[in-house]
Nanobody, 123 residues
Framework: QVNLVESGGGLVQAGGSLRLSCAAS????????MGWFRQAPGKEREFVAA????????DYAVSVKGRFTISRDNAKNTVYLQMNSLKPEDTAVYYC????????????????WGQGAQVTVSS
């Protein structure tokens, strides 16, 4: 069992920045691909970004590439999502997930999830 806790969400104006953090309770954190997904009201949960176990490989959704950066610190059991140039359409609940599959962007590959962090971008 891996417990994940997100933090860092909030309200920001368009063009602003936020950094989300996701802390894991499990010391085997470094064995998992970590991903960020988001879910807007009335929409399905969608892939945002993923990072492999070592942090040397990443993948991004087209909609966030060049604006968001995923990173991890295995010594702190934490994964981050730096979000810059935020747009109103980035408004959603952001979830971090842990997967045993290498650098996957598929929702069903993620077995463990955090409770979510609300990000609201005003225009």
């Amino acid at each position: 069992q891996v417990n994940l806790v997100e933090s860092g969400g909030g309200l920001v104006q368009a063009g602003g920045s936020l950094r989300l953090s996701c802390a894991a309770s499990e010391r085997t954190f470094s064995m998992y691909t970590m991903g960020w997904f988001r879910q807007a009201p009335g929409k399905e949960r969608e892939f945002v970004a993923a990072i492999n176990r070592s942090g040397g490989g990443t993948d991004y959704a087209v909609s966030v590439k060049g604006r968001f950066t995923i990173s991890r610190d295995n010594a702190k059991n934490t994964v981050y999502l730096q979000m810059n140039s935020l747009k109103p359409e980035d408004t959603a609940v952001y979830y971090c997930g842990a997967s045993a599959v290498v650098l996957t962007n598929r929702l069903y590959d993620y077995r463990y999830w955090g409770q979510g962090a609300q990000v609201t971008v005003s225009s």
